[in-house]
């Protein structure tokens, strides 16, 4: 069977390679033209526009340094080829500070046919390059976010260009555009290792429904696929201790991110709009060695 070989980031050494070696294709892919699409039980990437075919292949990859400003999507990049049992040379790249955020678990949740908004990971200075690739792909309004927490850095999106506007305000170094999805309200579910210990409805007049941007909180009761879905994800995630956010759509419980740092405790926090005490709940999981 024929072989290939993927160079991420090559040096000039390096793209002196000849392009085929003992019947081997090689090819070199530069990581700030790659574009990962991700939906339910379907992650592909692109390099320039075109999807690239990685059966049979070798990913040998030559890191690239803070300057360059692409150390996290280096990271979201082996973390594709990881989940897709992809051998790679440089999986240390993996490991990130980053490595949890909502934009890798896009990753992690639809090789894993978890249901998510169709998902497109970019770095900001791309968009333009892949707009028809983006136009294809994505419909309008979408959702924008980049790193970040409590909703401050997502923004609903009506049009191409009101993204190629935005962006030129964003300092993060990849982005995720997100299909939007009409809702009434989300969904907040903590969940500790494979146990729900609660859930807390989330709801806005606006755009947002995060209890930091004015939204507002209720107690709810989830359903059986909503639960095996959040512990599931919560699983494929590694947060241990994760809020789940789950928006019910037209076609089920969709995942929006688990929140590695979900917050308990405040005037409208979790623990006084459901009552339960939450640290209380964890204790007793770990007593019985449940977790």
Not at 201 to 210: A, E, Q, V, Y
Not at 260 to 272: A, C, E, S
């Amino acid at each position: 069977m024929k072989s290939n070989t993927y160079i991420i980031n090559p040096t000039p050494a390096f793209k002196k390679f000849p392009q085929f070696f003992n019947g081997a294709s090689c090819q070199s892919i530069q990581s700030h033209q790659c574009v990962i699409i991700a939906k339910q039980g379907d992650v592909r990437m692109f390099h320039k526009g075109q999807q690239l075919d990685f059966q049979n292949s070798m990913i040998f990859i030559r890191g690239r340094g803070e300057k360059t400003k692409d150390t996290f999507f280096l990271s979201i990049l082996t973390e594709f080829f990881y989940q897709n049992k992809i051998p790679t040379s440089g999986i240390v790249n993996r490991y990130h500070t980053y490595a949890s955020e909502k934009l890798t678990q896009m990753i992690k949740f639809g090789i894993h046919n978890i249901p998510i908004p169709k998902s497109i990971i970019i770095k900001p200075e791309a968009i333009q390059k892949n707009k028809q690739l983006i136009l294809q792909e994505m419909s309008f309004p979408c959702v924008l976010k980049s790193r970040g927490a409590n909703g401050r850095t997502v923004w609903k999106i009506d049009s191409f260009h009101e993204l190629r506007e935005k962006i030129k305000f964003i300092t993060e170094e990849v982005v995720l555009l997100q299909e939007y999805i009409e809702n009434a309200f989300d969904i907040r579910t903590l969940v500790f290792g494979k146990n729900i210990i609660g859930s807390m409805k989330r709801s806005s007049d606006g755009f947002l429904n995060n209890i930091s941007q004015g939204g507002k909180g209720s107690p709810i009761k989830i359903t059986k696929k909503e639960s095996i879905i959040a512990i599931k994800a919560n699983t494929i995630a590694e947060t241990g201790f994760g809020g789940v956010d789950i928006i019910r759509s037209k076609r089920g419980p969709v995942i929006i991110e688990v929140n590695r740092k979900p917050g308990i405790t405040g005037k409208f926090g979790f623990i006084k709009t459901t009552g339960i005490n939450v640290p209380e709940k964890i204790a007793e999981i770990i007593a019985k060695k449940k977790f």
